[in-house]
């Protein structure tokens, strides 16, 4: 039977980081399935469900990890993983929205509890604050899975709760 484990990467960011983690991996006959990596303020995060190969243990993988020098003074997790049985239907984008305005606390949760309301499912999200020119400005970018709904009363929600946030909203259907 096929181990799945989800391993995790938190170190800070250098060329050539992405493909020595990926390389190890493939080198031990990891499969990977869903993966993201991200830079976060100057660190990396890499999340993979991996498929591990018979025969690997999970503390030997992190300890294989942690060999690499790009990885020098990060932190490595290897967990079992079992997913669940509604993920694939949750999973499929049906929107991205981008808001963007001033940067100032709670418009990620605001904006969250918008979605759950409206029954969208989170699949993705990104968010970073860079300088502008009058004042830091925020770019929250999240990809959604909407259920077929007539006159799209998610779609009104989100655009109200951008509004009520000042924020500017961009919408494209996948």
Same mark, same amino acid.
């Given at each position: 039977?096929?181990?799945? &484990?989800?391993?995790?990467?938190?170190?800070?960011?250098?060329?050539?980081?992405?493909?020595?983690?990926?390389?190890?991996?493939?080198?031990?006959?990891?499969?990977?399935?869903?993966?993201?990596?991200?830079?976060?303020?100057?660190?990396?995060?890499?999340?993979?469900?991996? =498929?591990?190969?018979?025969?690997? !243990?999970?503390?030997?993988?992190?300890?294989?990890?942690?060999?690499?020098?790009?990885?020098?003074?990060?932190?490595?997790?290897?967990?079992?993983?079992?997913?669940?049985?509604?993920?694939?239907?949750?999973?499929?984008?049906?929107?991205?929205? =981008? @808001?963007?305005?001033?940067?100032?606390?709670?418009?990620?949760?605001?904006? !969250? =509890?918008?979605?759950?309301?409206?029954?969208?499912?989170?699949?993705?999200?990104?968010?970073? &604050? +860079?300088?502008?020119?009058?004042?830091?400005?925020?770019?929250?970018? @999240?990809?959604?899975?909407?259920?077929?709904?007539?006159?799209?009363?998610?779609?009104?929600?989100?655009? =109200?709760?951008?509004?009520?946030?000042?924020?500017?909203?961009?919408?494209?259907? +996948?």
């Amino acid at each position: 039977m096929i181990e799945r &484990a989800v391993v995790s990467v938190f170190c800070v960011s250098r060329p050539g980081l992405l493909e020595a983690v990926t390389g190890r991996l493939f080198g031990l006959g990891c499969n990977l399935a869903d993966t993201t990596f991200a830079m976060l303020s100057g660190s990396a995060g890499l999340t993979a469900v991996c =498929e591990l190969p018979d025969g690997l !243990a999970r503390d030997t993988l992190v300890i294989e990890l942690q060999r690499l020098p790009e990885l020098a003074g990060g932190k490595v997790t290897v967990t079992g993983f079992q997913s669940g049985a509604r993920d694939a239907a949750h999973q499929r984008i049906t929107h991205r929205f =981008e @808001f963007s305005g001033r940067d100032r606390p709670g418009p990620i949760h605001k904006l !969250a =509890e918008a979605f759950a309301r409206c029954g969208a499912t989170v699949v993705r999200l990104n968010a970073r &604050a +860079a300088p502008g020119d009058d004042a830091v400005r925020h770019t929250i970018r @999240f990809a959604v899975s909407i259920a077929d709904q007539p006159g799209d009363p998610c779609l009104a929600a989100m655009t =109200e709760a951008a509004r009520a946030l000042d924020l500017d909203c961009r919408l494209e259907t +996948a």
